[in-house]
């Protein structure tokens, strides 16, 4: 399998539209909108299983085919909000783990979880 980075990725998202003349709807607004549609398409697939089901889901070629593709579909509208944006993605993930694990440090997170 070949190695892909966030830019590759954004550049050939990038030549897709550009080829079919798709950048002016490409706003922030837009993109963010087609995110959350996109995430609900995933989120539709789950909707009525039970938490068994689940986690087997990828056992099912047809879900797993369904749940790649959506997967894949969120992840490229993110990285064209990201490209819209400017926002170096892995820099804001980065980041964001960083204060997570100043809000919730682990011996707090296990104490406050505790069944005792």
Known sequence: MTELDVAQLQRRLAEFAVAREWQPYHTPKNLAAALSVEASELVEIFQWLTPEESARVME?????????????????????????????????????????????????????????
């Open 60 to 116: 099912d070629p047809g879900s797993a085919h369904r749940v790649r593709d959506e997967a894949a579909d969120v992840l490229a509208y993110l990285l064209q909000f990201c490209e819209v944006l400017g926002i170096d993605l892995l820099a804001a993930l980065s980041d964001k783990i960083d204060r997570n694990e100043t809000r919730f440090p682990a011996k707090r997170s296990v104490d406050r979880h505790s069944p005792e």
